[in-house]
């Protein structure tokens, strides 16, 4: 199984046509677990998920996209697959038949062929045994960025013939709302490079070099 992991706001329809994609383009629809997180204050995306037939949990509180690892964590604790993809709202899925491609893959960090940039993995597709080594997905907002650190560090990076569109206002021109504004007033780059988060991520890839390796499950 295939645990998508899909934090959303406001945007109902998006939602609905990202996990469509995701289903449309795969051989096996039925191994894919949804799991979408909402706010309390919007409960459209929540009934959007309920109509696409996703699992869907609603947050306490509005976390915001400076807390986007806490919504990432609860889904990743909620999750039953044995790998774990980071998604969002506004990507599609291009490459058919992509879940077999993830099925045969070496235990790691997945990293999509294509991307937004040729530096960094927008959507990794975690192996369940990394996640539960560290005991989180992520420590902060950068959620991407971290376990692509962590799994580069330790040698778990790899690259996986799969494409995303990834329908980013800066991008493509798409979604040019107030999720996308939210969004950029609520991530701070230079909090991903503080002292605190150094050591964090230090100590992430001490207890995966430790713990893990790609043939065994700690």
């Not at 990743?76 to 993830?102: F, K, Q, Y």
């Amino acid at each position: 199984m295939i645990s998508v992991l899909l934090p959303s706001r406001g945007r109902p329809q998006p939602l609905a046509d990202s996990i469509g994609s995701l289903r449309v383009m795969a051989d096996d629809p039925g191994r894919l677990e949804i799991l979408v997180a909402a706010d309390p204050d919007d409960p459209d995306t929540a009934e959007a998920a309920e109509r696409s037939r996703a699992t869907y949990w609603v947050a306490p509180t509005r976390y915001g996209y400076h807390r986007l690892h806490e919504y990432v964590n609860h889904l990743a604790g909620l999750a039953a697959g044995e790998w774990l993809l980071l998604w969002n709202d506004d990507a599609r899925m291009l490459t058919p038949g992509w879940d077999s491609r993830v099925e045969e893959a070496d235990r790691g960090v997945l990293w999509p062929a294509h991307n937004d940039s040729p530096m960094l993995n927008i959507f990794p597709i975690v192996h369940r045994s990394i996640v539960d080594t560290l005991g989180h997905f992520s420590l902060s907002p950068h959620c991407d960025s971290w376990v692509q650190d962590v799994a580069t560090a330790v040698g778990a990076h790899h690259r996986i013939e799969v494409d995303v569109l990834h329908d980013r206002h800066d991008l493509t021109g798409g979604h040019n709302d107030q999720t996308w504004r939210d969004a950029q007033a609520g991530y701070r780059t230079a909090d991903y490079h503080s002292p605190p988060m150094k050591t964090a991520r230090a100590r992430d890839i001490a207890t995966l070099r430790a713990a893990w390796t790609p043939e065994r499950t700690p």
